[in-house]
């Protein structure tokens, strides 16, 4: 299994970026998908999922009106577009597929079964 997020970068605040997860080796439409981030000397945090279907998506309060999750599964990918972004959004952002991931566990990381490499968002003042 292989996800490759990709579409990071250096932004300035107020700005928008559009990240991108595909995935590969595991058949996509069974699996949550989800957005985690990760700042410099802090925890693993939940950003954003969205279930098989589409239809159940749940944001961390912190992202809820400026961020966006969606998925293709023709694509077998997933996207976050993230607006009005904000300095403390810096982090490396991850994607996570979990294929048995009940409805209160799309915001835990242990909920998920395998993650991407990672991409960093840098959001300057």
């Known amino acids: 299994v292989q996800l490759q997020a990709s579409g990071g970068g250096l932004v300035q605040a107020g700005d928008s970026l559009r990240l991108s997860c595909a995935a590969s080796g595991l058949t996509f439409r069974r699996y949550t998908m989800g957005w985690f981030r990760q700042a410099p000397g802090k925890e693993r945090e939940f950003v954003a999922a969205?279930?098989?279907?589409?239809?159940?998506?749940t944001y961390a309060d912190s992202v809820k009106g400026r961020f966006a999750i969606s998925r293709d599964n023709a694509k077998s990918t997933v996207n976050l577009q993230m607006n009005s972004l904000k300095p403390e959004d810096t982090a490396v952002y991850f994607c996570?597929?979990?294929?048995?991931?009940?409805?209160?566990?799309?915001?835990?990381?242990?909920?998920?079964?395998?993650w991407g490499q990672g991409t960093q968002v840098t959001v300057s003042s």
């Open positions: 969205v279930k098989w279907s589409g239809n159940e998506i």
């Open positions: 996570a597929a979990g294929q048995r991931v009940i409805s209160s566990s799309m915001k835990s990381d242990q909920a998920y079964d395998y």
